[in-house]
Structures are given as C-alpha cells and as structure tokens.
C-alpha cells in the first residue's frame, strides 16, 4: 500500500486508518436513515445580555438521538455528514427549525422572546450556489424577519475562500447577522476581518476558561473585546461556567456570555430562570 508523498503531511496506512475509513462510511449511511426517521433535535443554548442577564439570543445546536447509542454528539457525526454532503439537506433542515422555533416564540412570548437565534452553519453549505436564496426562501415560509437570524460560521471554514465569501455577502444584504465562531483558534483571524462581512466575534472557551487563574489569558480576552468594539462589532464569550470568570468577562467589558453557568442547550429553555440565574 502506497502512501502518498506529500512530505510532512503524509498519512501512512494503518489497520485503524481502513477501520476508521469504514466506520466513517456506515455512519454516513446511518445518518441518512437517521434524517428519514426524524431522530434529529435542534437544542437551544441562551445568550445572555450584561447587566440583567436578559436572554438576547440563543444558540441553536444539533442533537441525534439514537435510537439505542443515546443522544450523539454533533462533534461525532457533523464531520461525516460535511464529508458525505447530507450536511447540505441536513443544514437546510436545521435552520428551517430554528427559524420556525424563533417565529413561534415571537408569537407566545412577545416582547419576551430572544432577538435572535443564531444557527451553526458549515463551509459547505455556503459553498453552495444559491445558500443565501434558500435562507431567504426559509425566512420567507418561517415568517422570521431576516434581521433575527445569525450564521455562526468558523475561520477555517471562510478561509478557503470563493463561494463562501459571497455567499456571506447575500447573507449580509438579506440582513441576516454573521458570527465569527471559536473565534481566535484558528488560522488568520484578524486578516479575515478585512474581507469578510462579520457583525459578531465569539471568542472561544480556550480563553474564557483560565480567565480568573491566569494573566494571559485575561490579558487575550481583554486584547479581543479591544479589536471587537474597535471593529464596532459584538463579542460574545463562550463556554462560561462559572459566576468568578462571568464577573471577570464583564470587568473587561464583555456584554454578552453564553455557557452552562446561564445554560446548557435545551429543547425549550426557562427564559425567566436563565434572568434569575444571571442575577446571583
Ligand atoms: P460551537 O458552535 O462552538 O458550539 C458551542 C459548543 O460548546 C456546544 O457543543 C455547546 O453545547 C458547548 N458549550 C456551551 N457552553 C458550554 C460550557 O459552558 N462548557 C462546555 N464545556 N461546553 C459548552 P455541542 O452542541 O456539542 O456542539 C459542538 C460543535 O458542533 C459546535 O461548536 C459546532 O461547531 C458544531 N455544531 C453543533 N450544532 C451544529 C449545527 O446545527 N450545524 C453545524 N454545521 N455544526 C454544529
Ligand atoms: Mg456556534
Ligand atoms: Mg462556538
Ligand atoms: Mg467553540
């Protein structure tokens, strides 16, 4: 077996390489069963706005859940589905629920409901010609206002370039919001602000999780609130769990947090509750 040279990058054969390659292919198999049968969740993660702690948006997330595996992590089977493209018809499934979540909350709640919803979407869906059409085409049959929906896409995922980038631009001109996700992690961050459309920075949990233990990392944090609203763009901190690392964010500006300090994603999340939580 003839491994490709591609000098440091070179991958060798293994037992486990095959093993994995096969496992890759019955879970893509799986998973386009798994769509038929209904057995995808969307979950909601809140949000929340300093200083109340009013639930601003929620995060809508992923959830398979097998049948006799339990529920699967998006983590485990997103890669597969980007792999074998059900990610496309997937995705598009996704929004159309979180969508018409948010419009339905609108309706019970009011005034009450979050602003925004805010859906993960991956490079190639925004690869794809006419993605910002079949978002359009979904806020249309939603009835959701464009301006209350938000893509979170990732660096890596923009970095490659092309159809992406103008996808994100229609996106834009629709008046749908664009996150930068796990923003910080990846290659380039600060030169893709110069080219692409991004109203939003979510500062990854790497930099929020040491924040009250140690200098550097807060002196991070601080640098990246420093370039958001230098840019006029919103940040978001991720993966908050504790109220010390909630008061810390807060201290160097940070207005909005999410993580499992205010809540962890859920089907249909206390709003009243994540206000009450924020407050202690
Ligand atoms: P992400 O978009 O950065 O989402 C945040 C992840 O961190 C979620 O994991 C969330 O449950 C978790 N999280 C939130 N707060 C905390 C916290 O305080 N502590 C800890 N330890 N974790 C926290 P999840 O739902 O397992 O999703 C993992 C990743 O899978 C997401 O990272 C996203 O990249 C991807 N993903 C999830 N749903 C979708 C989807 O609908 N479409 C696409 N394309 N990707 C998705
Ligand atoms: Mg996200
Ligand atoms: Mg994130
Ligand atoms: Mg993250």
Known sequence: HAAKRTGAAAVRW??????RATDAARLGAELRAALDASQFRVVYQPIVELPLGRVKAVEALVRWEHPYRGLVSPAAFIPVAEQNGLIVELGDWIMRTACRRLARWRAELGP??????SVNVSAKQLARPGYAATV????????????CLAVEITETAVFEGGPA???????RELGVRIALDDFGTGHSSLGLLQTVPVHTLKVDKSFVDNITASGRHAVIAEAL??????????????????AEQAAA???LGYRYLQGYHFGRPVADP???LVRALAAA
């Open 14 to 19: 293994s037992p486990a390489l095959d093993e």
């Open 112 to 117: 009450a409901a979050p602003e925004r919803v």
């Open 136 to 147: 359009a085409a979904i806020l249309a049959d939603t009835g959701l206002p464009a301006g």
């Open 165 to 171: 980038v103008v996808a994100l631009h229609e996106l």
């Open 225 to 242: 609130i420093r370039i958001s609203s230098g840019l006029g763009l919103s940040a978001v901190a991720e993966g908050v769990e504790t």
């Open 249 to 251: 964010l807060s201290r």
């Open 270 to 272: 206390d709003f009243e």
